[in-house]
């Protein structure tokens, strides 16, 4: 085991004589939210986010059960040594939230200082029947890009809004413009989406601010609908504020892109075989293109090698096919909700037999 990789990274490796090696991989970090899921085991704890300001933190995506079914399959392989031949490498990683996590494990020598793999492995639990597999060839999850626009104006009193520029007006004017992006200038067979998900301004009713702040993030699955995006982002911002009459051009600032995630077609048929053989075929589930983003795929391109995604389901089952047959799945706490809560069983156990029982048939099928 080693510690510290790629910031708070964890690296194990396992050899266990010839063959393929093999990577597991588990994002580990948090969110910035109040958990409302009522458990006894709730998160309580806050911390201190990259502005400084205290935030509430809690597993709204469920890595805290990516990581212990993880934990849980590492745990099984190593006890069944007799079963397989390789080498099992486990990567416990950060910062999947902000998209950093991945490139930061492999600019800090992930394959130069442990095994290069011959396959990358990974799951996501979601809103899916408990125990249940979602999968899908090729394309999987959306690319992601992520800005910060600084609008600027000239504060003063409220009561007195002539004498000022208001970037809350500008802001607003921004927020609606953009939502024009993906209904007017995306062509309709493509996906895409422009959330605002962040504005702030102000700190009180009767002052207009000198600034206001948007957090914006993009969703796309090719290049040219990610550059058409970006461009109309910036475009919009800099004619709102010129329309406003901003005291200058804005500030944009993008963060880390994630990379559309795509699930080998070869190896996930192999894999997803594997799994309805375990799981049987009445529990897989052909999964939608997924509009939310990982950045997974930065070892398997890292390392030139195949990436094989899937997912698998925490809730009730009953639940959520009734949700599905009334048309009210939407409406059922998934990912990132301070309600989302995967039950413990039989979650838990299908995420380590999946992560076990997709690492053996990669060992096993490259036997001679």
């Known amino acids: 085991m080693t510690t510290g990789v790629g910031g708070t990274g964890v690296v194990g490796v396992l050899a266990n004589g010839p063959g393929p090696t093999v990577m597991l991989r588990a994002d580990m970090d948090a969110l910035p939210v109040r958990e409302e899921t009522g458990l006894p085991y709730a998160s309580t704890v806050r911390a201190r986010a990259e502005d400084g300001e205290q935030v509430p933190v809690m597993h709204a995506c469920g890595h805290d059960m990516h990581t212990a079914c993880l934990a849980g399959a590492a745990t099984v392989l190593a006890g069944a040594r007799a079963e397989w031949s390789g080498t099992l490498l486990v990567v416990f990683q950060p910062a999947e939230e902000r998209m950093r996590g991945a490139q930061a494990m492999v600019e800090d020598g992930l394959f130069e200082r442990f095994p290069r793999p011959d396959i990358v492995l990974g799951q996501?639990?979601?809103?899916?029947?408990?125990?249940?597999?979602?999968?899908?060839?090729g394309t999987v999850m959306a690319g992601a890009d992520t800005a910060v626009i600084r609008l600027f104006g000239r504060g003063g009193h409220g009561a007195r809004p002539e004498s000022t520029v208001d970037p809350v007006v500008m802001a607003a004017a921004t927020v609606l413009r953009l939502q024009g992006i993906v209904a007017r200038e995306v062509p309709p067979q493509e996906s895409a989406v422009v959330t605002v998900g962040r504005l702030?301004?102000?700190?009180?009713?009767?002052?207009?601010?000198?600034?206001?702040?948007?957090?914006?993030?993009l969703r796309s699955y090719n290049d040219e609908i990610r550059r058409l995006l970006r461009t109309a982002v910036e475009r919009v911002a800099r004619g709102e504020?010129?329309?406003?009459?901003?005291?200058?051009?804005?500030?944009?600032?993008?963060?880390?892109?994630?990379?559309?995630?795509?699930?080998?077609?070869?190896?996930?048929?192999?894999?997803?075989?594997?799994?309805?053989?375990?799981?049987?075929?009445?529990r897989m589930l052909p999964m939608p293109l997924v509009t939310a983003s990982e950045d997974v795929g930065r070892f398997g391109t890292a390392a030139q090698v195949p990436t094989v995604f899937w997912f698998w389901g925490g809730l009730e089952t009953q639940r959520v096919l009734d949700a599905l047959a009334d048309g009210t799945f939407d409406q059922l706490p998934g990912n990132h909700s301070p309600r989302f809560?995967?039950?413990i069983d039989p979650t838990l156990g299908a995420g380590v037999e999946a992560l076990t029982v997709a690492a053996l048939g990669r060992f096993a099928a490259a036997k001679p």
């Open 241 to 282: 504020s010129l329309a406003g009459g901003a005291t200058r051009d804005p500030e944009i600032t993008w963060d880390t892109p994630a990379p559309v995630l795509v699930s080998d077609p070869e190896a996930t048929r192999a894999v997803v075989a594997d799994l309805a053989g375990h799981f049987g075929a009445d």
């Open 341 to 343: 809560a995967p039950l």
């Open 124 to 137: 996501h639990v979601g809103p899916l029947p408990a125990g249940w597999i979602g999968y899908r060839e």
């Open 200 to 217: 702030q301004a102000g700190s009180k009713e009767n002052v207009i601010p000198d600034t206001a702040e948007l957090g914006i993030s």
